[in-house]
C-alpha cells in the first residue's frame, strides 16, 4: 500500500515563498504521474498541479506561473516550489498520483497570513 508523507509547509506573508516535498514508499513511483492537491477550510479538495512520469508539468490556472511542481523518481519523491504566494493560497496541501489512491497522506498546512 502506497503512503505519502508531506513536509515543508508553515506560515508565510503574502509574496512570499514555500518549497513543499512529498515522499511516496511502499509502492511504484516512476511510471506514474504525481500531483499535488490542496484542501481549503470549508471547501473540497483540488487538483494544484501535475507532472508526468517525464517530467511534463501541468497546472491549475491559479497556480500557473507561481508554482513549479518536480520530481526526483530516485528518491521517490515530488516537490512543490510555491511563489508568490497568496491569501487564497492558504490550505492543506497533499500528493498523491493523478488519479488519485484511495490513501492520503497527513498533509502539510501552508497558511498565507500577514
Known amino acids: 500500500q502506497v503512503q505519502f508523507v508531506e513536509s515543508g509547509g508553515g506560515l508565510v506573508q503574502p509574496g512570499g515563498s514555500l518549497r513543499l516535498s512529498c515522499a511516496a514508499s511502499?509502492?511504484?513511483?516512476?511510471?506514474?504521474?504525481m500531483g499535488w492537491y490542496r484542501q481549503a477550510p470549508g471547501k473540497q479538495r483540488e487538483w494544484v498541479a501535475r507532472?508526468?512520469?517525464?517530467?511534463?508539468?501541468i497546472y491549475a490556472d491559479s497556480v500557473k506561473g507561481r508554482f513549479t511542481i518536480s520530481r526526483d523518481n530516485a528518491k521517490k519523491t515530488v516537490y512543490l516550489q510555491m511563489n508568490s504566494l497568496r491569501y487564497e493560497d492558504t490550505a492543506v496541501y497533499f500528493c498523491?498520483?493523478?488519479?488519485?489512491?484511495?490513501?492520503w497522506g497527513q498533509g502539510t498546512q501552508v497558511t498565507v497570513s500577514s
Open positions: 511502499g509502492s511504484i513511483f516512476s511510471p506514474l504521474t
Open positions: 507532472i508526468s512520469s517525464g517530467g511534463s508539468p
Open positions: 498523491n498520483y493523478v488519479p488519485p489512491a484511495p490513501s
